[in-house]
């Protein structure tokens, strides 16, 4: 059965670490990641799904941040791990925006949906405690380039939280495409199929990729995607959601397309 994470209308736009903004002379700025100014565009935008980053601090609170350190996007440094709360509270990106709470972000827009990669060990736990306060366990779905983190976060988590594919997921996913006879190597746990096109130059997605994952009942999400014709060419060959920093183009494909389903927060409910 589907989980609730995914029961829109595909196919899903993400808002990459809340996705592109663009001044006032229509140049994209890139700086504002992950803070709440980019997740509000892109909900303005109609985006019904963001994704996001966590680490938690030295006192378990969950911050929405990719790097392991403060250095490149904030006007301090550090990790992230080895500080407490009120020391990254005290962080601006890009010397201006605070670097948001999981927790805020989630009881800012709580008809909105947040794919959320574990980017340390230290965050699977805190990730629980923040779903359980704001009950989110239909609106998040959990991802992580490590395995081992993400099968922990699984067994903690239960399979009221949705998960997307780890490395080794993909690798199996990847091998039962290439003849039916392998396809029972595929895993069945994840809900969904979130790759790159390729990796380290080899391609990790294809059409027996996409029908391989639909067979066993799983979605397919590409990322990241920026350029508008990669998009359509993926939206042609079945995927089911598109990852992208460029939320305007995505917007103007599906719209094009006849495929945008525009979200408003203000009348959607929490799942």
């Not at 995914?6 to 808002?15: I, N, T, Y």
């Amino acid at each position: 059965m589907t989980h609730a994470y995914l029961s829109s209308p595909v196919p899903v736009a993400l808002a990459h670490r809340g996705g592109w903004l663009t001044d006032d002379q229509g140049v994209r700025r890139t700086e504002l990641e992950n803070t709440a100014v980019a997740f509000q565009h892109a909900v303005d935008l109609g985006y019904a799904y963001l994704e996001t980053d966590v680490h938690a601090t030295s006192d378990g609170v969950l911050m929405a941040f990719h790097d392991r350190t403060l250095d490149r996007t904030t006007d301090r440094a550090g990790a992230i791990a080895a500080l407490p709360h009120r020391e990254v509270a005290r962080a601006r990106v890009a010397g201006k925006e605070p670097v948001p709470l999981l927790e805020d972000l989630l009881g800012a827009w709580p008809g909105t949906r947040f794919n959320i990669d574990l980017k340390a060990d230290g965050a699977v736990v805190p990730l629980l405690e923040v779903i359980r306060r704001t009950n989110a366990w239909d609106r998040v779905c959990v991802g992580s380039f490590n395995q081992n983190r993400l099968e922990r976060a699984r067994r903690l988590y239960g399979p009221r939280v949705a998960t997307s594919c780890g490395p080794a997921d993909v690798a199996r996913l990847r091998l039962a495409s290439l003849s039916p006879v392998l396809r029972p190597f595929a895993s069945r746990t994840p809900d969904c199929a979130q790759i790159p096109l390729s990796h380290a130059g080899f391609p990790v997605l294809s059409r027996d990729v996409i029908r391989t994952a639909h067979r066993i009942g799983m979605q397919v999400h590409v990322w990241t995607v920026n350029d508008t014709g990669v998009m359509e060419r993926l939206l042609d060959a079945g995927v089911d959601g598109i990852i992208t920093d460029n939320t305007a183009g995505l917007r103007e494909v599906l719209v094009r397309r006849g495929r945008w389903n525009p979200h408003d927060p203000r009348t959607a409910q929490n799942g």
